[in-house]
């Protein structure tokens, strides 16, 4: 059977599945040359079911392929092997059901915060005080009322991730992407971000898959956590983290949490050293 | 007495004038030597006529409208060549940046032209369009094109391409993308390009109107000096310099106001 045909195959079977949440059936991706064989396996036959109003962190070190994956389930690359599906059936490009937040943020520099909101609501086809009140409603979830009209190089790193979180909040995706949001943010402002998203999470009920290096970040955040391996990127365990679902500032200091982060923290520097030997 | 709000601004504005004064003083230095030179005997008069001779040559020209005529005519032509290059040099730059096809194909051409001196032009579109307006104008859009290409070209690849990304996922077609975000965000180095090409656009026109023209600015230059009436002249000259830094500092405010967004 040729690679099409299998590929194919995987999609309809994923389909199936695939009432909803996301559905990833043995997806490899390489970059480089890979014909050649020269290319990097980046990630090796991935296959991993987030249920839908899930919140999942991607856990690993840097190179285990897991902006990869994120970037897989957004659409920005193209897939090379096996099927990921959601509710709105096999991705095969971005789309605003998957909207994402990155690391640098990736504000419109020429663009007030406002602007930024309201880009992604007129390409939802609002329009008028509809969008500008959606957008004020955003603005004032993530706590930026009063800086409407300032533009991103006014403002603190921390102020320009809530921004980007409203814009991308906004557009109300079935799925919130986060690639390491707050890897560029003080640990204050990173300890705050994480309860305020946990909180919205809370009331939106949506489906996060959050990528992130931080152990405590993901055992903070997450209601189940894929630990990957480096080269070529595999998810080695997925594990349950069976915390109450609100969480605030004692949970760090609760003792299930505790535990959980040192048990994963071991399991994660197998992964770090294995790949430092380069196994 | 005026009141303190009025009184502050005047305050402010004679600032401002006495700001910009001090920053083009040097250029009073170099009309002072200028003015020594000629008196001394130094180098003669002919060569370097008296600054107030200049002056009533240029109240003249202006009063008789001929400068005015001449400097319009130029003014068109340099006009006409620097907006089409604007135009194609933006499109071109931004399908360069987001397609490859293209950037494999217009890329070589661009490195082999760029550093060509453009003036080496103005034999060969006299030959394929005449005397008239268009060969100059065909002339100065091409001198323009390539900065205003390269400019686009490389504010295009520079752009972060997660902010591709968002856009994408917040619902923006590729199309889309290219004159929403690609756009705007090039903005800084077109702008640049633009400059460039503003500045190359009057040295065009002149020698370009040396060559081929019966009218403007540069063909003024050049018959005066032919009849050896270097005061006329010189005002010409200094008046097409007046016009070139005035359209540049035109230009830089205008830049500058596009890019606000960046200097706060």
């Known amino acids: ?279 | 007495m005026p009141r303190a709000g009025t009184g502050t601004g005047g305050i402010n504005m004679l600032l401002d004038i006495s700001r910009g004064a001090l920053r083009y003083s040097p250029i009073a230095i170099l009309l002072i030597v200028w003015e020594l030179l000629g008196a001394t005997g130094l180098i003669s008069r002919q060569m370097l006529p008296g600054l107030g001779e200049i002056f009533g040559e240029l109240v003249a020209a202006v009063v008789s409208g001929d400068l005015l005529y001449n400097c319009a005519r130029s003014l068109m032509r340099a006009g006409s060549g620097l907006l089409c290059a604007v135009v194609v040099g933006i499109v071109a730059g931004l399908l360069m940046a987001s397609f490859r096809p293209l950037r494999l194909l217009i890329n070589p051409i661009v490195q082999i032209f760029y550093p060509m001196p453009k003036s080496a032009l103005i034999p060969v579109v006299m030959i394929w369009l005449g005397l008239g307006d268009a060969s100059k104008i065909l002339l100065i859009f091409l001198g323009c094109l390539l900065p205003v290409v390269v400019g686009t070209y490389n504010g295009a690849r520079g752009i972060n391409p997660f902010m591709i990304w968002s856009a994408r996922s917040l619902g923006a077609s590729k199309l889309e993308v290219i004159h929403e975000i690609v756009l705007p965000g090039a903005m800084p180095e077109i702008l640049n390009g633009v400059r460039t090409a503003l500045a190359f656009s009057f040295i065009l026109m002149v020698s370009s109107e040396f060559l081929i023209a019966t009218d403007g600015v540069g063909y003024m230059i050049s018959s005066l000096g032919d009849g050896g009436i270097y005061p006329a002249m010189f005002a010409v000259i200094f008046f097409v310099a007046g016009i070139g830094f005035l359209a540049d500092r035109i230009y830089a405010a205008f830049a500058r106001r596009q890019l606000a967004w960046r200097e706060a």
């Not at chain 1, 605003?96 to 309201?118: E, G, M, S, Y």
């Not at chain 1, 390409?123 to 008028?128: S, Y």
């Not at chain 1, 690639?179 to 402002?189: C, H």
Request: glycine residues 8%; charged residues 25%.
């Open chain 1, 1 to 279: 059977m040729t690679t099409v045909a299998m590929a194919a195959d995987a999609r309809h079977e994923a389909a199936d599945r695939a009432r909803t949440g996301i559905h990833i059936d043995n997806v490899t991706h390489s970059y480089g040359a890979r014909a050649s064989g020269r290319g990097v396996v980046a990630l090796n036959r991935i296959c991993l079911d987030i249920a839908d109003g899930e919140f999942h962190a991607l856990l690993g070190p840097s190179g285990c392929g897991k902006s990869t994956l994120l970037y897989l389930i957004g659409g920005f690359l193209p897939i090379q092997e096996g099927a990921i599906v959601t509710t709105n059936g096999p991705v095969t490009q971005p789309g605003p059901d998957r909207a994402i937040v990155f690391q640098n943020f990736a504000l419109f520099p020429w663009k007030t915060v406002k602007q930024n909101v309201l880009y992604g609501l007129r390409k939802q086809g609002l329009k008028g005080e509809d969008a500008e009140e959606r957008a004020r409603d955003y603005i004032n979830l993530v706590h930026l009322s009063g800086f409407e009209d300032a533009y991103p190089s006014q403002l603190s790193g921390g102020m320009q991730q809530r921004a980007a979180i409203a814009r991308t909040l906004a557009v109300d995706p079935k799925t919130l992407l986060m690639d390491e949001p707050f890897g560029a943010l003080d640990a204050q402002t990173r300890r705050v971000m994480q309860e305020e998203l946990r909180a919205i999470w809370g009331r939106s009920r949506k489906t996060v898959v959050f990528v992130t290096h931080d152990v405590q970040e993901a055992v903070f955040l997450a209601d189940r956590i894929s630990i990957m391996s480096s080269r070529p990127g595999r998810i080695e365990h997925v594990i349950d983290v069976s915390l109450p679902r609100d969480r605030g500032e004692d949970t760090l200091e609760d003792r299930e949490f505790i535990h959980l982060s040192e048990q994963i923290w071991r399991l994660v520097r197998e992964q770090a050293v294995a790949a430092t030997r380069g196994r």
